[in-house]
T-cell receptor
Framework: AQSVAQPEDQVNVAEGNPLTVKCTYS??????LFWYVQYPNRGLQFLLK??????LVKGSYGFEAEFNKSQTSFHLKKPSALVSDSALYFC????????????FGIGTKLQVIP | GAVVSQHPSWVICKSGTSVKIECRSL??????MFWYRQFPKQSLMLMAT?????????EQGVEKDKFLINHASLTLSTLTVTSAHPEDSSFYIC?????????FGPGTRLTVT
């Protein structure tokens, strides 16, 4: 069975500082990895995905994520945090193929402090 | 990019009534759609997978007679919560799939009073 772990319930970072939100995964075969963001009472917004190719993936709003196969990790990063980045972030994984179900992590609340 | 819509975005209903939520893929055909449920401060849990023209496959612990899923066309799937109770209050999100990718709808917040 596939799974995603987000070890931190909440991450606090000062505005302007770099941020990292951690994610590790388990899946059979090659992983498709995703990061989504959710603002209060809103749906999911896609940030970025890794399918194949470069291990460093760049996404929306200046976010990027690094795929590390040996550590089965896909940490989300941003060089300089904004207050508006404060939201709930979900890491997700699925196996190859659009028909495969997506498994989400429990989510990490990011709080950027002015 | 591909767009998935949900209607309604917010619904309040009385206990014992049924409510239908629509999920539409606006610019692509989706042979497979997924329905997720999100409790407050929790992650998204897959409820069921629906394939156009066939019965939905429900995840363990999901009552198929309570959560009726219909996928009548390649662009529309519906989730009907029957005889709703306050514990069914939740955020319901669908996703629509083509071969390569899944696209998520904006979600529907259901409140049962």
């Amino acid at each position: 069975a596939q799974s995603v772990a987000q070890p931190e319930d909440q991450v606090n970072v000062a505005e302007g500082n770099p941020l990292t939100v951690k994610c590790t995964y388990s899946v059979s075969g090659n992983p498709y990895l995703f990061w989504y963001v959710q603002y209060p009472n809103r749906g999911l917004q896609f940030l970025l995905k890794y399918i194949t190719g470069d291990n460093l993936v760049k996404g929306s709003y200046g976010f990027e994520a690094e795929f590390n196969k040996s550590q089965t990790s896909f940490h989300l990063k941003k060089p300089s945090a904004l207050v508006s980045d404060s939201a709930l972030y979900f890491c997700a994984v699925r196996a190859f193929g659009g028909y495969q179900k997506v498994t989400f992590g429990i989510g990490t609340k990011l709080q950027v402090i002015p | 990019g591909a767009v998935v819509s949900q209607h309604p975005s917010w619904v309040i209903c009385k206990s014992g009534t049924s409510v239908k939520i629509e999920c539409r893929s606006l610019d692509f055909q989706a042979t497979t759609m997924f329905w997720y449920r999100q409790f407050p401060k929790q992650s998204l849990m897959l409820m069921a997978t629906s394939n156009e023209g066939s019965k939905a496959t429900y995840e363990q612990g999901v009552e198929k007679d309570k959560f009726l899923i219909n996928h009548a066309s390649l662009t529309l799937s519906t989730l009907t919560v029957t005889s709703a109770h306050p514990e069914d209050s939740s955020f319901y999100i669908c996703s629509a799939s083509n071969y390569d990718e899944q696209y998520f709808g904006p979600g529907t917040r259901l409140t049962v009073t």
